[in-house]
Nanobody, 121 residues
């Protein structure tokens, strides 16, 4: 079982910056892709950014050029640097990790509890 603890959310002015962090712990054999999603009330959860174990990244068009995802494999952590934030970035952000419990098991998705980001105009 993988536990994910997120931090770094809060209130920021439009045009400002915020950095989200997510640390994974628990019993797992390996962590594959790590990523961030966001979900506003009444909406579906949407993809924000993803990084593979090899460091390949991809982003939603809405955040490309403004957000940067990175990871620290030694600390089983993933980060989301949010620059030039906009009011429409306001919502709850969720950390997502794909991990294997053993060498032969399938990869499973795990989710953090969510952290609120509010951008004031």
């Amino acid at each position: 079982q993988v536990q994910l603890v997120e931090s770094g959310g809060g209130l920021v002015q439009a045009g400002g910056s915020l950095r989200l962090s997510c640390a994974a712990s628990g019993g797992f054999f390996s962590i594959n892709a790590m990523g961030w999603y966001r979900q506003a009330p009444g909406n579906q959860r949407e993809f924000v950014a993803r990084i593979t174990s090899g460091g390949i990244t991809n982003y939603a068009d809405s955040v490309k050029g403004r957000f940067t995802i990175s990871r620290d494999n030694g600390n089983n952590s993933v980060y989301l640097q949010m620059n030039s934030v906009k009011p429409e970035d306001t919502t709850v952000y969720y950390c997502n990790v794909a991990a294997k419990s053993s060498r032969t098991s399938s990869s499973r998705d795990y989710w953090g509890q969510g952290t609120q980001v509010t951008v004031s105009s």
